[in-house]
């Protein structure tokens, strides 16, 4: 993840095809993962990278353009770390400078990102280089600051060449651990006579990495800069290389702060997200995944080899077990030989895990670095308990992925717009438009599928993930003429995961903050093949868009153009959608939350899957007994009594009272607030002509109710809370006209009919008898429901002037009302005087 953009192989594949001189072929040569130690192979695919600097935006669609910054901004990291150790014609300093920008550019990615960018060993390792750089100049500057010094001869060269010569030695290449330190005595005499007498070794003649592919060594003479150690400064490489960082990461519209964010405490490169816990230590923050895990560490060792280090149960086993004097050579064999006569040691089963002793007798698999680090590392910490990730870049469950590329009519391709449909945990069904990230047919990575398969008994067969786009909806001017559509704004929505019950988990993330962009998983989201469509999105310039939010998003990015997709076509999906069986939908995983979702139409009303809805909550919230559980408090209530249940916590919110420990409160928008569950999202509510009992609405928790009954206040249901149809607005026989709940009433015309809203009482006025009737909310019916809802904290402004008093025709109130008059009106002390009415 870079820049909230997922970047994976295919997206890699489809933009490195586009360069001159590449075709499939030679792209997935170099993508081809199956030898990870080839090094220059690696540099040559790094390098083409590069070459996307060079691809015209003629080619570039406005859904492409977000995984193009992100590509543009991976390759200078790459070249940040790589240059210094390819470009013979760099200085020390400029090398430090480089090696310095990767160091700040990488913090802040992995700082927006963590792992969702980098692994944490990964991540631990590269910082370990450019510190030890660093701390290796500033070292040579003390011994001899007139000699140059050679960055390369930082890695493993010399290592590998002590290695060849151990296993060349003899014609024995393998070796137990004597013969190991025999040889390693004789490699060391070698090198003394080496030093004495250099020109007797011939070192490698390889003057450059260019030519042969298979060659990866070089010597001194390579390198033609300045490399003499006086003439570098170190704090202006570091002031250099942050610098070169930020005006890097501006060129790909990537906001971060260096300054302000190191003055955070307990932040820094190898703590990048604070709270004093370094990253690759453990693998997830707040949580144990060492090796040696569930033990209580011991008294600190005696030994004299190691002073100080504290170890574990197992630990202890292991070390005394090696160190058993009463152990011998001949331990180590089987106890019978093989069939040809041949003994067999552990060398001959290759393993990274030794089975250890615990305390009770059983045994545990132990990797063999975390046994060496508890044996030899003063100060022992937690590591990562896949090490592979480190030491080889992969897991041990590695698999090769093939790029397959499928033909076919119409296709779903990745990099591509497609609409699909998500559960939230509001337990709501909505559609999005998402843009594919990777596609994968039985374990096989593709770059397309057809999408006649999706529809086919083989859908299952098919992985989608994506990430959701963030769209508004908006008027423009086409070539067809004006029309609505969802224009997407060139970012991605990210989600909040559904809250866990696990105490554990909600203590490991207080301990440890999220990444500010959020993790992978918070930005991808896996789809259900059998219910993923393909879109053919619309572009528009961004000029013709009309001034908001989403043209000011992609004018800051430099977008030119915008995708968009006609509202028709949504409608179209969405409609499809609705067609489906429930069956269809009972798959769908909890993806969370994000202020994003659902999409809104033109007219604010959100847009929702409802029948799937509907089912989906039936099915998840009704109990055994028949009932529901409130939205606002929680408490179980029967689905009949849901209407005037809700409808209390709406007057009370009305009344400025707030209630305590409520888990979801009512809208400010108590216009648009459902009377049945309390919500925004479940439209209009209706009635049909000449009823008095059949009320409709999209929400699923409506119940049939009678309208006499319920404008009735009685001391179980004390609200009065039914549908009351507007006078004001416009009607005619084939359009009844809209109908309000009564408390959203009281909204409607002080937004909609301003002359019958008197601003100063905060009440309506010279409404016509029959609405003054309806609307009628008296003290009674205020103090029955406060003194249900016993929790409630100290008053605030309230919204609404109640009671609202029907045998007073044209309220006025001179006096503005304040929290006074309203904890006076619930029944609550008060030494103010009632305010003044007049007709």
Not at 431 to 436: E, R, T
Request: charged share 20%; net charge negative; with cysteine.
């Amino acid at each position: 993840m870079i820049n909230k953009q997922q970047i994976n192989s295919s997206h890699l594949h489809s933009f490195l095809v586009l360069l001159d001189g590449e075709d499939d072929k030679s792209i997935q040569a170099l993508i081809d993962p199956a030898d990870h130690q080839n090094v220059p192979r690696a540099m040559k695919l790094m390098v083409t990278i590069s070459r996307l600097q060079l691809l015209g935006t003629s080619c570039i669609r406005p859904i492409d353009q977000p995984i193009l910054n992100a590509l543009l901004a991976l390759d200078d990291l790459l070249r940040a770390f790589y240059e210094p150790f390819v470009i013979p014609s760099l200085s020390l300093g400029e090398q430090l400078a480089s090696l310095a920008k990767f160091a700040f550019l990488a913090f802040a990615h992995h700082r927006l990102h963590g792992t969702g960018f980098m692994t944490n060993q990964l991540y631990a390792d590269l910082q370990g280089v450019v510190k030890t750089a660093f701390f290796n100049v500033a070292k040579q500057k003390e011994v001899d600051s007139s000699k140059p010094f050679y960055l390369y001869q930082q890695g493993s060269d010399r290592l590998e060449q002590m290695i060849g010569d151990v296993r060349t030695m003899s014609h024995d290449q393998n070796v137990d651990v004597l013969q190991l330190c025999e040889r390693l005595s004789d490699c060391i005499d070698v090198n003394h006579i080496f030093a004495r007498h250099p020109d007797w070794k011939g070192a490698h003649r390889r003057l450059s990495y260019t030519g042969t592919e298979g060659v990866d060594h070089v010597n001194t003479w390579y390198f033609t800069g300045n490399l003499i150690v006086n003439d570098v400064d170190l704090d202006s490489a570091w002031k250099s290389g942050q610098i070169e960082a930020e005006l890097a990461l501006q060129a790909r519209y990537i906001p971060f702060g260096f300054n302000d964010v190191l003055r955070t405490h307990d932040v820094d490169f190898l703590r990048s997200h604070g709270n004093g816990k370094f990253v690759g230590i453990t693998e997830l923050e707040g949580e144990d995944t060492s090796i040696i895990a569930d033990v209580e560490p011991v008294d600190n060792d005696s030994s004299e080899d190691c002073p100080g280090l504290e170890l574990g149960a197992e630990a202890e086993l292991v070390k005394d077990e090696l160190a058993d004097e009463d152990i011998h050579l001949d331990n180590l064999l089987a106890d019978e030989p093989d069939e040809s006569g041949d003994f067999s040691t552990s060398e001959d089963i290759p393993a990274d895990w030794l089975p250890v002793p615990t305390k009770n007798g059983d045994m545990k698999l132990v990797h063999k670095a975390s046994i060496l680090a508890c044996m030899f590392k003063s100060g022992a910490t937690k590591l990562s308990a896949d090490r592979l990730l480190r030491v080889r870049g992969y897991t041990k469950d590695f698999k090769r992925e093939e790029i397959v590329i499928s033909v076919g009519e119409e296709m779903l391709r990745v990099k591509n717009m497609a609409i699909s449909v998500i559960q939230t945990s509001k337990k709501q069904i909505v559609p999005v438009m998402f843009a594919v990230t990777s596609l994968l047919k039985a374990g096989k990575l593709m770059l397309s599928v057809d999408v006649a398969e999706l529809r086919s008994e083989r859908a299952s067969d098919i992985q989608v993930t994506g990430q959701v786009l963030s769209a508004a909806c908006c008027e423009f001017s086409t070539e067809m003429g004006k029309m609505f559509g969802f224009v997407w704004d060139g970012g991605y929505l990210q989600f909040t995961s559904p809250t866990r019950s696990s105490q554990a988990t909600r203590q490991a993330s207080i301990s440890a903050p999220r990444p500010r962009n959020g993790y992978k998983d918070s930005q991808v989201l896996p789809f259900p093949s059998h219910l993923v469509y393909p879109l053919n999105e619309g572009l528009i310039p961004v000029n013709r868009l009309p001034d908001g939010i989403t043209k000011q998003l992609l004018e800051a990015v430099n977008h030119k153009n915008a995708a968009f997709m006609p509202m028709s076509t949504f409608y179209e999906h969405v409609e499809r959608f609705n067609t489906l069986p429930d069956s269809a939908f009972e798959k769908l995983k909890n993806a969370g939350t994000t202020p994003g979702l659902p999409y809104r139409n033109e007219s604010g009303i959100p847009c929702i899957i409802n029948d799937a809805t509907q089912a989906l909550t039936s099915k998840q919230i009704v109990t055994d007994s028949g009932k529901v559980e409130c939205h606002q408090c929680g408490n179980l209530i029967h689905l009949a009594d849901g209407r005037a249940h809700v409808s209390e916590h709406i007057l009370l919110k009305m009344l400025g009272l707030q209630e305590l420990g409520l888990r979801e409160e009512i809208s400010n928008e108590i216009v648009k607030v459902c009377g049945f569950c309390g919500k925004l999202t479940c439209g209009p509510t209706s009635m049909k002509p000449h009823s008095r009992t059949e009320v409709t609405s999209l929400c699923p928790r409506m119940h049939s109710f009678s309208l006499g009954h319920a404008s009735r206040s009685s001391k179980g249901h004390p609200s009065t809370n039914v549908p009351v149809g507007c006078p004001f607005c416009p009607a005619s026989p084939s359009c009844p006209p809209p109908v309000f709940w009564k408390y959203s009433m009281f909204f409607h015309i002080q937004q909609a009919h301003s002359r019958y809203w008197d601003s100063e009482a905060h009440q309506p006025r010279n409404l016509p008898p029959d609405l003054l009737n309806n609307l009628q909310v008296t003290l009674l019916e205020i103090n029955s429901i406060r003194n249900l809802h016993p929790r409630i904290s100290s008053a605030c402004t309230p919204l609404i002037a109640l009671p609202f008093d029907p045998n007073i025709t044209g309220l006025r109130r001179k006096d503005p009302p304040t929290a006074d008059v309203m904890v006076n009106s619930c029944g609550m002390s008060s030494s103010r005087k009632k305010p003044r009415l007049s007709r």
